[in-house]
């Protein structure tokens, strides 16, 4: 039995959409993409929506729109995927961190005030595995601090905060569309914002700083060629399509986690925040025996694969390097870092597969 972590669904209507892209000819800046971003744009509930070619580069032009810049400061979370921080770093943006909260893993909002320094412009809260950070306070800290907020959704399409829509409450939103999130194009990502300026200058910095006009060899600005294409645009209509669905065969798997899994010895079953909705990216528990690692390799003999979600990114070897970060400088993001293994959680996964992966956990761990 080989159990893989994650997987993406695609049915038929996805394939004859990217085959009739293909017998059209029209590959790139087509109709597609726009018919996209309109969707899109109408299923998380905002203005302008903006696709590009993957969440880092989404989260890049976030960080240029909102004028941040060299010797900047950006207050953000250590528990995160590495782009989260890069995309500050790409323009000499620091990131200032935080630790985070036991219960969501998200950005611990108390942190946030302790951290501003003249120098910081912008938070960048991380909505991370599926499910939102604590926005209400950190809209209410942005507005007295007056800072911008840049959200990193890329792992939480379709999850509700209040009933909104994460990525959707700062000033700019960002999402990933790699073949393991909530949906995909193969790569992509998308900007959301309702700021009609905003919009016009990642339109124009995703197509080499071109401008409205359509002039292909005038640039008005510095660009980026950050574009989506239209196959990939094609699987983004058709995916979104069916995101809701989605979600739900996620959701109830999860549950089905939850339900074999929350008596067993040493692991802790994940937990949804107050006032949310969870999206589901991976299911996350924690091993608090110490020997997750230990558990994680023999799952692996076992067929199952599952990943340690996820390596703090202040101790990442580069970043120890550029800012003297050490073990012990987040405390809570490290616990949780060295505790976190995400399961198999894709659509087609069975009851029956849910129980025999949770059965041979406990093997494991009783063993
Ligand atoms: C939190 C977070 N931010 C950003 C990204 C970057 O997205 P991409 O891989 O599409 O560049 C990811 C991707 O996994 C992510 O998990």
Request: glycine fraction near 8%.
């Amino acid at each position: 039995m080989k159990i893989q972590i994650a997987r993406p669904y695609i049915d038929e209507d996805d394939v004859e959409g990217v085959i009739e892209v293909l017998r059209s000819g029209w590959l790139s800046l087509g109709p597609k993409y726009t018919q996209f971003e309109d969707n899109f744009a109408k299923y998380v509930g905002v203005r302008y929506a903006c696709a590009v070619s993957n969440g880092t580069v989404a989260l890049h032009l976030g960080v240029r729109a909102l004028g941040l810049k060299a010797g900047d400061e950006v207050i953000t979370s250590p528990f995160s995927f590495v782009s989260s921080a890069n995309c500050l770093l790409y323009e000499n943006v620091k990131p200032v961190f935080v630790d985070i909260e036991e219960e969501t893993f998200n950005m611990n909002p108390l942190l946030i005030e302790k951290a501003i320094t003249k120098k910081t412009k912008a938070i960048l809260p991380v909505h991370i595995f599926g499910q939102s950070a604590e926005m209400d306070l950190i809209i209410k800290l942005a507005k007295k601090h007056n800072l911008r907020i840049l959200e990193d959704a890329c792992e939480s399409l379709g999850a509700t905060y209040r009933g909104r829509m994460v990525g959707t409450t700062g000033d700019i939103g960002t999402y990933a569309f790699y073949p393991n999130k909530q949906m995909t194009t193969g790569e992509g990502g998308m900007i959301v914002t309702n700021s009609r300026v905003i919009y016009e200058l990642c339109d124009s910095m995703r197509n080499q700083g071109r401008n409205k006009s359509g002039d292909w060899l005038i640039h008005e600005r510095l660009g980026f060629n950050y574009r989506m294409d239209e196959m990939s645009a094609s699987l983004g209509i058709t995916q979104l399509k069916k995101i809701n669905r989605m979600i739900e065969e996620k959701r109830k798997i999860a549950a089905w986690y939850n339900a074999a899994l929350e008596n067993t010895l040493h692991i802790e079953i994940p937990k949804v925040g107050k006032d949310r909705t969870h999206s589901w990216f991976v299911y996350v528990i924690r091993v608090k025996n110490g020997k997750r690692n230990k558990l994680m390799d023999e799952l692996a003999r076992k067929g199952i694969q599952t990943k340690p979600y996820l390596p703090v990114i202040h101790l990442q070897p580069f970043m120890q390097e550029l800012f003297n970060f050490k073990k012990g400088d987040f405390p809570v993001a490290e616990k949780v870092s060295e505790e976190s293994l995400a399961l198999p959680l894709y659509i087609g996964l069975k009851l029956e597969d849910v129980n025999y992966i949770a059965d041979k956990i406990r093997t494991i761990i009783y063993g």
